[in-house]
């Protein structure tokens, strides 16, 4: 009795391994005892069908979901989730479904073997992908698929490759103060990573509506601020940047003062926004000569501001499919018609996504080509002092996946990035993630020249020195070399913050000027071997009043004599400029050095380099009476002649205003 007991259950047993192992149709023969459920399923089939043929992949999905937990072994419905899954968010949970279908029925659908090379792609199984790869192109000779299976039969050799070279970083996540059960994405930070802002698709956006296209929320742009706690819970940068339609942040200047905002208009377009004290402007058409007919999308600007890099699908002017191109500004304030950026940062495949670090060197952007894993992979690309941009580097796994890898920052320090990705373990449907290397990484990096970052920051505020209250100031950087203004800015008229990046290899003349204040000026020299810094100055302006000295910082003479070399004439019109605005101001100019040598020799010394500034301001056109000059030596020391740094601080020129 017993003996026939077991049989039964091993004839089961094997009938039911028998039974999961065939493509079971969905009909009621097939399930003689469930035939309401049998029904339900195909109409759930049906209304499936119907989602997917309106390219509602999410949809569809969950109505297939319901019709496999009844019948689990059918070929075409296991494909059809697969398919969903490959076209949505959840790529890489298309394998198993693929795989099931292909061990249902080997012929379920002509492209079964590429959507299954496809599945083991993402999933990072190269040699398989590469099996079914090419055993599709076996049994399809005529495909239109033939270059792209190629290429991704490339890819993942490449993949196999990085992932061998694998970079240690840690990929974390941001957190819930920004990230949502929605869809958060391109983060853009400040050059000093105070800031974060980013889009998101969430519930409580501008208007409230969702888009019937793909039926998820209109986009938003959020910020938040990063504290010693750690990010601050983001909140909507409010109207009129966000409205009730899309509205997205594809850029950022590097002192967070400037946006670029992506408009769905004329096919795609680039607006700007300024913050004006607390508050943003209007966002406004950034040029007709960036924005075209064509589709124009994310955009960076160089640390300077005279260079505006873009992504454009401008056919006219390509090197093949999405383009990186750049545009310049000239004297008057206007862009100029877009440059394509050219080879070997474009293929002829798509590019996305650039980012230009506030070094002003280093190039970031997403490609199709070049050495990619698969879909859009990040590379870096390092331009060398004659302007040119060598072959991109693949910036690595893990950051780099086989799907698509987009919209990529880092902070000035080159040690944190940022990124939007999809991970199962993530607080919605894609998220922000942070990028920190660790130490060997970096370690490693530091040992390489070409991926030193060569940069300051230079940053703080500028108040009264009276009242302490903020002031919108312009601020110059000089070329002191070359005698001629860089870049200009202005410091935020409600905080007084301002943020400016300096790229290594020059010496630069800072100014600081408004109105009714003597202007402050300060002086960097900066080395092309200098690395990463970041330097907080506050500046207190001095309003024109008698009795007020100011340091001229951006004066320099041959060593031991009183003639003025060019890199000073900067520093010298900035003083021509007060007295044409100021007419009945009258100064002194005085020279002072350290204690080294007599007071004799130093006092001739300083009061002929005073003497010889009076005089290029008499050349300018001001008048000798409104002008005097003294030396002072070192009987007036503004620090400690004991320190090299103080003695250098001594050797100055100022000018005091005598009356007004």
Known sequence: MLYKKLTIILLMIFSISCFAQQDVKFK????PNQ???VKTAKRQIKSGDYSMSQNNYSEALNFYLKANDFNPNNSELNYKIGYCYYYSLEKYSCLKYFEKAYQLDKKVDSDIEYYLARGYHLNYFFDDAIKYYKKYLQENISSDKTDEVNLLIKHCKNGAELIKDSIHVEIINVGDAINSQFKEYRPLITADGSQMIFTSRRKGTTGGK???????????????????????RAKSIGRPINTPEHDAVVGISPDGQKLFIYKDVNGGDIYESELRGSRYSRPSDISPNVNSK??????????????????????????GGRDIFYSTLDDNGNWSKPINIGKPINTEYDEEGVFIHPDGRTLYFSSKGHKTMGGYDIFKSVKDKNGIWPDPVNIGYPINTPGDDVFFIISASGKTGYYSSFRANGHGL???????????????????KENKVYVTLLKGTIKDSHTLSALEADIEIIDNEKNEVVASFISNSSTGKYLVSLPSGKNYGISVSKDGYLFHSENFNLPDTAEYQEVTLDIFLQRIEVGTKVVLKNIFFDYDKSSLRQESTAELDRVVSILEKEPSLKIEISGHTDNKGSRDYNLNLSRNRAKTVVEYLIKKGISSERLEYKGYAFDEPIADNNTEEGRQLNRRVEFKILSK
């Open 430 to 448: 894609y998220d922000i993630y942070e990028i920190r290397y660790a130490q060997e990484e970096e370690d490693q990096i530091s040992e390489s």
């Open 294 to 319: 064509y589709h124009e999308s994310n955009a960076c600007i160089s640390p300077d501001g005279k260079t505006l890099y873009f992504v454009s699908d401008n056919t006219e002017n390509s090197v």
């Open 210 to 232: 969702i888009d019937l296209n793909d039926g998820e929320y209109y986009e938003d742009v959020y910020i938040s601020e990063h504290t010693e706690y750690g990010w601050t």
């Open 28 to 31: 009621s023969s097939n399930f």
């Open 35 to 37: 035939k309401s459920q």
